[in-house]
């Protein structure tokens, strides 16, 4: 059973600590992404669980073992990297097998593990090239292959892709995605790009200063993000932010310059400072019985499946998700309302959720 438990891990570089006691249990067959901004800790902690990075408190178990002092390649574990890391002299088959070869694997053995990760990458046309000889897809292509011969009980990721151009990272990311329902191996996914991590994983956990934020599935976080942070980290573009306070007097609402918000409960007191957030999608085109707010088009961009359209509301610039069928232009009048159901409200000063409904 390749489960991957982290009980109270604590990191710190002489006095400087990076990881500040994590707990995270992840399945076997999980796939598991970490985000966070940069410098959150994503790598020091994928490195400890690769045996790469002494751990300095906690426990480390793979399966029913504590591992904190077994040597990485004894921990069954393969790990892909951003930068590749190939061997420039050898050829893709000879780069792929070499870690078999290092652990003095049978040669016939090796071959056909080469041959059976080839397939499954569908780099076979390129096993006689150098990795100079490569596009960087294939290249990533190559890295993904070593760890695969290993046949490791997980796989660590870390920001694999961030090297890619747009369109082959979304390729690679797909790939990524066919190869673990395939081999079904615990995986930890570490990137920050929310999108990658939303798309990909099970579970996606939430780091900042080497601490869990949030953890859930990528629709809960999505709707109910438990702070600001997570809140605005997730989900592009961006959820749109309105500063206001909540009114008690007369019913609850909140209040924003001039905007009032009714709500049928607010679970903080009166002129509590607050922080109204609302996706692209809670904006929407009202009727007249039904406006919030009427604003204009400032500025529109049709992406196909939707229009994005910038616009001033309440003294923020927003953006709006609408149908691509409206017709919109520059300076065009907009009626809109906000969707009760899909609003989250935070504390403007600890940023954590408040419920209303
Ligand atoms: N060898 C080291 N010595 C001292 N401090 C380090 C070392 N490696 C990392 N750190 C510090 O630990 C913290 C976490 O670093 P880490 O590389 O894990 O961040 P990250 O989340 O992977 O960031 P990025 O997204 O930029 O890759 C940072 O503050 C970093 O400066
Ligand atoms: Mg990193």
Known sequence: MATISLEKIVKRYGNVPAINGIDLEIADGEF?????????????LLRMIAGLEDISGGALRIGDTVVNSIEPRDRDIAMVFQDYALYPHMTVAQNIGFGLKMRKTDTQDIIERVADAARMLQIEPLMQRRPAELSGGQRQRVAMGRAIVRRPKAFLFDEPLSNLDAKLRVEMRTEIKRLHSLLGRTTIYVTHDQVEALTLADRVVILKDGRILQEGAPMVLYEAPATRFVAEFIGSP????????VVQDGGP?????GLILPFARIDAAHG???CLGARPEAIILADTS??????????????????MVSCAIAGTTAVVRLAPEEPVARNMDLALRFDRKKLHLFHADSGNRISAI
């Open 32 to 44: 598991v992404a970490l985000v966070g901004p940069s410098g959150c800790g994503k790598s020091t």
């Open 290 to 307: 039904s406006t919030d707010v009427v604003t204009k088009v400032e500025v529109f961009e049709p992406l196909g499946s939707d229009t």
């Open 272 to 274: 509590t400072p607050v």
């Open 238 to 245: 961006q959820m749109n932010m309105f500063d206001g306070k």
């Open 253 to 257: 609402s909140v209040q924003i310059d």
